[in-house]
């Protein structure tokens, strides 16, 4: 089993920025993909961008391309969602999500193992 925490969720202002962090432990996935999606109250869970093992490769929703950026550090077991120019339409609870292999795949079914989310409020 593989468990992530997320962490640095809160309430800004429209415009601010924030960094969301995914601490991943247990069983190590040597090659798999980690991704973070988004659900608002009503919807759907969406994803939100992914990136591979090595960090060569990423991916992004086109409504936050140009303003989140997706990092990770595998020595720390550690990814990251930085995310500025923040929208009101960016409120929600993120998830932090892992899938085995290489494919950044935006189907939420892909990914095997999930966080419990951390909650971004973007105040107007």
């Known amino acids: 089993q593989v468990q992530v925490v997320e962490s640095g969720g809160g309430l800004v202002q429209v415009g601010d920025s924030l960094r969301l962090s995914c601490a991943a432990s247990?069983?190590?996935?040597?090659?798999?993909?980690m991704g973070w999606f988004r659900q608002a109250p009503g919807r759907e869970r969406e994803f939100v961008a992914a990136?591979?093992?090595?960090?060569?490769?990423?991916r992004y929703a086109d409504s936050v391309k140009g303003r989140f950026t997706i990092s990770r550090d595998n020595a720390k077991n550690m990814m990251f969602l930085q995310m500025n120019i923040l929208k009101p339409e960016d409120t929600a609870v993120y998830f932090c999500?892992?899938?085995?292999?290489?494919?950044?795949?935006?189907?939420?079914?892909?990914?095997?193992?999930w966080g419990q989310g951390t909650q971004v409020t973007v105040s107007s």
């Open positions: 990136i591979t093992w090595n960090g060569g490769s990423t």
């Open positions: 247990g069983r190590t996935l040597r090659n798999n993909v």
């Open positions: 999500a892992v899938a085995p292999g290489f494919i950044m795949s935006p189907w939420a079914p892909s990914y095997a193992y």
